[in-house]
């Protein structure tokens, strides 16, 4: 599967055998996810106001 979207991997995936992590990418109005080890595989998509609003609750987790 080829893509012309500019796919980012997390920051916190780190490098080498550590890097399984997440991809995204940004739609003209939704973000793209994609598991970065099987680019080629099923994307997600949601409304940008949406994974915004996740990214937000993720941030303030007391877990964190």
Request: aromatic fraction near 10%; glycine fraction near 4%; hydrophobic fraction near 35%.
């Amino acid at each position: 599967m080829t893509s012309s979207d500019n796919w980012r991997k997390s920051s916190y995936s780190g490098s080498g055998d550590g890097n399984a992590c997440v991809e995204v990418a940004n739609r003209r109005t939704r973000i793209a996810v994609r598991d970065s080890k099987a680019p080629a595989r099923a994307t997600l998509s949601f409304p940008t106001e949406a994974f915004t609003a996740f990214l937000q609750s993720v941030k303030a987790a007391p877990w964190r």
